[in-house]
């Protein structure tokens, strides 16, 4: 087992990631547990409350819908809370770890049901402890399965915020054109581009600026606006030309 995870990224730039520690992720998932033994009991005082009110008829009726409930509740709560928070469950956000694929982009719906399917099997002694002693990156048997692991949340960079591009409108779009003639090759490399920026060292960034960004702006006549990051030009095109060809 490693603390670091290292991916190669499209652009052949190294990016290392701190994996999360064995105490942190211990952390997390007590905090977890302390919660998700609550919405359970909330659950069954609501329970017992509509039984009160409704009479036998509806304990009946009720009965079998709690049961089922209860059984997935782990499963609904950790998949449920990884998936609306890009890969944190309350315990994760307080520890400042999360999950995402082995590549390092953000955590996949389908993966994070996929990975906490296979609870029953972390929870086996010693299935659970021997794929987190075993494996480099410390990866239990849902994150194999699933190809996910968990990371330490990195410190982002200073200079650069991360791209927002799959939301809203960039206030930089007007800057960028109709962008008539872009192809989707030169789209794909700008996104992986905006989509790393943050967590490339300054010298690559200024670097794949040079390489991907200046000779698109040159042939698409994108003129930078003075003290106007080159990086705001590209979430905007990455943007607008996601709406325009309905990719996002």
Not at 122 to 132: E, H, N, S
Not at 201 to 212: A, F, L, N, S, Y
Request: proline share 8%; glycine share 6%.
């Amino acid at each position: 087992m490693t603390d670091r995870h290292l991916v190669l990224t499209p652009e052949k730039v190294l990016i290392s990631y701190e994996v999360a520690r064995l105490s942190r992720r211990i952390s997390a998932k007590i905090v977890d547990l302390i919660l998700l033994v609550g919405l359970i009991l909330v659950a069954m005082l609501a329970f017992g409350s509509l039984a009160n009110v409704f009479g036998p008829d509806a304990i009946a009726f009720l009965q079998l819908p709690l049961i089922i409930l209860l059984s997935f509740s782990p499963f609904i709560y950790f998949a449920l809370f990884e998936i609306i928070d890009q890969g944190r469950t309350p315990g994760k956000r307080l520890a400042k770890i999360r999950t995402c694929m082995v590549d390092g982009t953000p955590l996949k719906p389908v993966a994070a049901i996929y990975r906490n399917l296979l609870l029953v099997a972390d929870f086996t002694p010693p299935v659970g402890l021997i794929a987190l002693f075993l494996t480099p990156s410390a990866q239990r048997v849902g994150d194999l399965a699933a190809g996910t692991l968990v990371l330490a949340e990195a410190e982002r960079s200073s200079r650069i915020p991360p791209a927002p591009h799959r939301y809203g409108v960039h206030p930089m779009e007007p800057a960028v054109g109709e962008l008539r003639g872009m192809t989707l090759e030169e789209y794909e490399a700008i996104k992986r581009l905006t989509d790393r920026f943050p967590d490339l060292p300054g010298r690559i960034q200024d670097e794949k600026v040079r390489e991907v960004w200046e000779p698109f702006a040159t042939r698409m006549k994108i003129t930078n606006p003075p003290g106007v990051h080159p990086v705001y030009l590209m979430e905007a095109v990455v943007m607008k030309f996601s709406r325009q060809r309905n990719l996002v």
